[in-house]
């Protein structure tokens, strides 16, 4: 059996809006007498508009944060991250659990998260970049703090 994808709330919160505007709009229009059809009706579609332009600049402004984000990579990787002893105290029995689950991450994605978090980067940042639970990027941070 197949699990659910995760739901988007901000995309269901957004229908549930919309529905909400409809609905509102048709009873406004349905109860307004015919001669302030007109005028209700612009004030509908303007405010239809405005809430348009919200939208929109609030996902654009988002979309524009995580692709900041995105370049926000730690500008230090080098060679030096990749040695015979990047992977020395590598926690794989605390880990092993975590990958025996169904949509378990790989290892080589573990590995990736175990680099990030010998150099200093923080479980959260872990978390968001490489799409990883949080209780195994909090995991691998606690034991590269240890190994330090």
Do not use: C
């Amino acid at each position: 059996m197949r699990p659910l994808p995760h739901p988007r709330t901000g995309e269901g919160a957004a229908v549930l809006g919309l529905l909400t505007l409809i609905v509102l709009e048709t009873t406004v229009l349905a109860t307004a007498s015919a001669r302030d059809r007109p005028l209700v009706s612009g004030a509908l579609i303007g405010a239809a508009t405005a809430a348009f332009i919200v939208v929109a600049a609030i996902r654009h402004s988002h979309r524009k944060a995580a692709r900041q984000a995105r370049r926000r990579l730690p500008e230090t990787v080098g060679e030096s991250w990749f040695t015979a002893r990047t992977l020395d105290g590598f926690p794989m029995e605390t880990v092993r659990p975590h990958l025996l689950g169904e949509d378990a991450p790989g290892l080589n994605h573990l590995y990736t998260a175990w680099i990030f978090a010998t150099h200093g980067q923080d479980a959260k940042w872990i978390e968001r970049h490489l799409d990883l639970p949080a209780d195994v990027t909090r995991l691998l941070v606690e034991a590269a703090r240890r190994r330090h």
